[in-house]
């Protein structure tokens, strides 16, 4: 999903995810936006892994490491695409 250079990065408040870490995203990434939700409906996801959406799309890793590590470089093409599409 194309967002016009906006990455939306969607976290549950009860996922493993919700780590000031995938908030500093914001920082680093003037174009991300990290939401917190009490609730994305993906429970049974959320109870076995770290997990987030990206620009509606799910992201997981078996670790929070790895998933901002996941997260970080999807957010980089997500930006590097719009930037290449103007």
């Not at 990455?7 to 493993?16: G, H, S, T």
């Not at 939700?37 to 997981?60: H, K, M, P, R």
């Amino acid at each position: 999903m194309n967002m016009g250079g906006f990455v939306l990065i969607e976290v549950c408040d009860a996922n493993p995810a919700c780590v000031p870490d995938l908030f500093a995203l914001e920082t680093e990434y003037p174009a991300v936006s990290v939401l917190e939700t009490s609730c994305l409906s993906e429970c049974e996801l959320c109870a076995l892994q770290a997990y987030v959406f990206v620009n509606g799309d799910i992201v997981t890793a078996d670790d929070v490491p790895s998933l901002l590590a996941r997260v970080r470089a999807s957010a980089e093409e997500a930006i590097r695409l719009y930037d290449t599409e103007i």
